[in-house]
């Protein structure tokens, strides 16, 4: 079975203060880890792979296959950060579900 | 850029009415899914849809649930009669054939049951 943990309901942090949302899969096989983000009343959107091993809006990830984790970070937290974040689970098959963590929310004061 | 399109954005029903919940995927997604999200919960997944059939369905996509396309372009998710639990936020998401395993979602419709 697969199953993502993301242990904080809540992250608040001020503007300018390094953020770290944290993510422990289980996982049998190899994974593709996501991190999906929802904007107040603004849909489900992916926000990076780790697959495609890049940063999006000054966010990164790294997937730690020993630790099996997949934490997003960022060095500096802007107030637009604030929203909904989940990290996500699938197998590399086409066919593989997609599981999602509870989710963190992040919000970043002034 | 393209959207999943679902309506109605918010439905209010009585306990054991039908109701069908609508989605537009993008139209060259062959990939469709259905998501719900109980208030406080976690995004759950309810079922995968490929080649007009269902190619994988959760626990939770007990006999009051159903999808279907009826035509070239909605993915409906029917539940046959309703119960205060399913109240949720339904998101629906497709993706396209080939790629990475990279959901687009709807902006979800919010059903409550009463």
């Known amino acids: 079975a697969q199953r993502v943990t993301q242990p904080e309901k809540l992250l608040s942090v001020f503007k300018g203060a390094p953020v770290e949302l944290k993510c422990n899969y289980s996982y049998s096989g190899s994974p593709e880890l996501f991190w999906y983000v929802q904007y107040s009343r603004q849909r489900l959107q992916l926000l990076l792979r780790?697959?495609s091993r890049e940063s999006i809006k000054g966010f990164t990830a790294d997937l730690n296959k020993g630790e099996t984790s997949f934490h997003l970070k960022k060095p500096f937290a802007q107030e637009e950060d604030s929203a909904m974040y989940y990290c996500a689970l699938s197998g590399h098959s086409g066919y593989s579900t997609l599981t999602f963590g509870k989710g963190t929310m992040l919000l970043v004061s002034p | 850029e393209p959207e999943v399109t679902q309506t109605p954005s918010h439905q209010v029903t009585q306990m054991g009415q039908e109701v069908i919940l609508r989605c537009v995927p993008i139209s060259n997604h062959l990939y469709f899914y259905w998501y719900r999200q109980i208030l406080g919960q976690k995004v759950e997944f309810l079922v995968s849809f490929y080649n007009n059939e269902i190619s994988e369905k959760s626990e939770i996509f007990d006999d009051q649930f159903s999808v279907e396309r009826p035509d070239g372009s909605n993915f409906t998710l029917k539940i046959r009669s309703t119960k205060l639990e399913d109240s949720a936020m339904y998101f629906c998401?497709?993706?396209?054939?080939?790629?990475?395993?990279?959901?687009?979602f709807g902006a979800g419709s919010r059903l409550t049951v009463l």
């Open positions: 998401a497709s993706r396209e054939i080939s790629g990475a395993n990279v959901l687009t």
């Open positions: 780790h697959i």
